[in-house]
């Protein structure tokens, strides 16, 4: 493939670490350092708060009430700095990009809940923070500052006062980038998820756009799950159902370690070694379904962006599907949300473009042959045959072929069917993506729209 002109693209690298015992010990000791800093500033704000709230009862106001803290970062810095040697006289012993952790996470939080309370945010409602408790809180740090740096051995990373760590796999892919001057680490974070140490640099890289091996080719992606995708070209892509070949497994993992003597709040009881055991055990399980899962979107993207010029997707309300509690666990398997995010930033690294469908576009009744829609297509029915013009295959090739033929009908009115007229427009992903919508006055919300809109899903 030719290469043309690149950019600066901002992207992670991640790996997962092998630390010595002694090293655990540290990680689990900065990320609970930030946890901290995070309850501390999170009682401090609450508190001024309610000081400030009950200085207005006596009649105060102005200048007479106490003064604010301020919620941005650099505020709670200040603050934490101030109050660090009594409140935590073992402060020394982390780095101070532990405790600067938790104060950021803290100050998105504020953030967060005053934008949606103030209807500056979209989307559900974001409630006040809560404090962090160290049995529901993954144990994360990030490094912004210091010595980050991945060694030559290539099996080996460089921590600020956690010192070097070895990885358990190879950091070649990051190293050749960093020793060929192309990339730029802005930060590190480290998380513990899935009973294993993971470090993610944050690195700045300068690709080189490659150009598809069609360029003009155009092809359309229909996603379900009995077949996780259906290529126009007719080609079909099985659903490798991850979640549901390891169910077994996840059961008695579950079971296991439900009969184990976990931790009680009430009494204070610690949970024992072998619960801690099951609980690592179930973690694997469940991090062994994601990373499979994981494996094959990625596989299955790259080799679509790498191949065709333009790719057609539809724009799926998931959310609402995925409260079909019949197909919930199913559609969340499959990973359909994931599949189109890859897709969007991987065509513009391999010079394509991604197209979403319009969400009324009804793929699944419509004829790719003359264009007729069908006012009812039931999920049972698999197989698609048009009274018109006698067109007869499958259902899922046909959604195909529609998406396919998308971007030359775009703007143009189908034909026949009831609410089937509606226009179509064109949208390409990547900063112009169609959003889910939201409730609206005298109009229909997302669900409501899922429930009267023509099901082209292939959900099957």
């Not at 666990?329 to 469908?357: C, F, M, P, Q, S």
């Not at 264009?371 to 295959?393: A, D, F, I, S």
């Not at 046909?398 to 396919?404: E, K, T, V, Y």
Request: proline share 4%; with cysteine; hydrophobic share 35%.
């Amino acid at each position: 493939m030719s290469g043309v002109a690149g950019g600066v693209v901002v992207q992670a690298y991640r790996f997962a670490l092998d630390p010595t015992p002694a090293q655990d010990r540290d990680l689990h000791r900065h990320a609970g350092a930030g946890r901290f800093a995070f309850n501390w500033a999170l009682a401090a704000v609450r508190a001024n708060l309610g000081q400030r709230a009950a200085e207005r009862t006596y009649g105060l106001d102005g200048e007479q009430l106490t003064p604010v803290l301020g919620w941005n970062l650099p505020a709670l810095r200040r603050a934490w700095n101030t109050a660090k040697p009594q409140v935590a006289p073992w402060w020394g012993q982390c780095s101070k990009e532990a405790f600067n952790t938790g104060l950021d996470g803290l100050a998105r939080a504020l953030g967060n809940w005053s934008a949606s309370r103030s209807g500056r945010r979209a989307g559900p409602r974001v409630g006040f923070p809560r404090f962090r408790s160290r049995r529901r809180v993954t144990p994360s740090v990030r490094f912004t500052t210091g010595t980050i740096r991945v060694e030559d051995t290539r099996h080996h990373v460089t921590l600020p006062r956690l010192g070097r760590i070895r990885t358990h796999e190879s950091t070649r892919k990051l190293a050749r980038r960093l020793h060929g001057g192309t990339a730029r680490i802005l930060s590190a974070t480290v998380r513990h998820t899935g009973g294993r140490w993971h470090v993610s640099f944050t690195v700045e890289v300068t690709r080189t756009v490659r150009a598809p091996a069609r360029p003009q080719a155009t092809v359309g992606v229909d996603l379900g799950v009995a077949s996780l995708a259906v290529l126009s070209t007719g080609q079909i892509l099985p659903n490798p159902r991850h979640l549901n070949q390891a169910q077994a497994r996840l059961r008695t993992a579950a079971r296991t370690l439900s009969r184990r003597q976990g931790s009680d709040r009430r009494t204070g009881q610690q949970p024992s070694r072998r619960w801690r055991q099951a609980k690592t055990r179930l973690a694997r399980a469940h991090a062994r379904v994601a990373n499979l899962r994981a494996d094959g979107l990625h596989k299955l993207t790259t080799s679509l962006a790498a191949t065709y010029g333009t790719i057609v997707v539809e724009d799926l309300n998931v959310a609402g599907m995925i409260r079909n509690r019949r197909l919930a666990r199913h559609i969340a398997d499959a990973g359909w949300a994931t599949l189109r995010r890859h897709l969007e930033y991987k065509t513009t690294w391999n010079g394509g473009r991604l197209v979403v469908a319009d969400r009324w576009f009804a793929s699944s009744r419509t004829c790719s042959s003359c264009g007729v829609v069908k006012p009812k297509l039931p999920l049972q029915v698999r197989t698609y045959t048009c009274e018109h013009c006698g067109l007869c295959l499958d259902r899922d090739l046909n959604a195909a072929i529609n998406l396919q033929q998308y971007v030359d009908r775009s703007g143009r009115q189908t034909l026949n069917g009831r609410g089937a007229n509606r226009e179509t427009t064109l949208v390409v992903a990547g900063g112009c993506e169609t959003t889910t919508p939201h409730h609206q006055p005298g109009g229909l919300d997302g669900d409501r729209r899922l429930a009267t809109a023509d099901c082209n899903t292939s959900t099957h």
